[in-house]
């Protein structure tokens, strides 16, 4: 049965940093590209990180390039979204997502996490 758990959220100032983590079970973690989505208050859950398998690509949203890193640890079947520099704009709930490639439409996805909510407060 896959399993996705993310954590590491929390209350953060603005300019300061958290790091998120996604582990998952129940599934090869290897053969995934993975990506971190945000459902921003009022908004639509959208992609901000993406990582291909073996971290050979990343892919990043234009309002978190440059200050967040997506990277993977399969043996740990973890991955990680390191968030620095943080905006009040980056508040909402962070979920993480097993996709076949980065960019897969969101209504394909199958397995999501509960979530983790990250608030910046400035």
């Known amino acids: 049965q896959v399993h996705l758990v993310e954590s590491g959220g929390g209350l953060a100032q603005v300019g300061g940093s958290l790091r998120l983590s996604c582990a998952a079970s129940?599934?090869?973690?290897?053969?995934?590209?993975i990506g971190w989505f945000r459902r921003a208050p009022g908004k639509e859950r959208e992609e901000i990180a993406c990582?291909?398998?073996?971290?050979?690509?990343?892919y990043y949203l234009d309002s978190v390039k440059g200050r967040f890193t997506i990277y993977r640890d399969d043996a740990k079947i973890t991955v990680y979204l390191q968030m620095n520099s943080l905006k009040p704009e980056d508040t909402g709930v962070y979920y993480c997502?097993?996709?076949?490639?980065?960019?897969?439409?969101?209504?394909?996805?199958?397995?999501w996490g509960p979530g983790t909510q990250v608030t910046v407060s400035s």
């Open positions: 997502a097993p996709q076949g490639y980065c960019g897969a439409p969101t209504s394909d996805l199958d397995y």
């Open positions: 129940g599934f090869s973690l290897d053969n995934y590209s």
């Open positions: 990582v291909s398998t073996q971290g050979q690509t990343t």
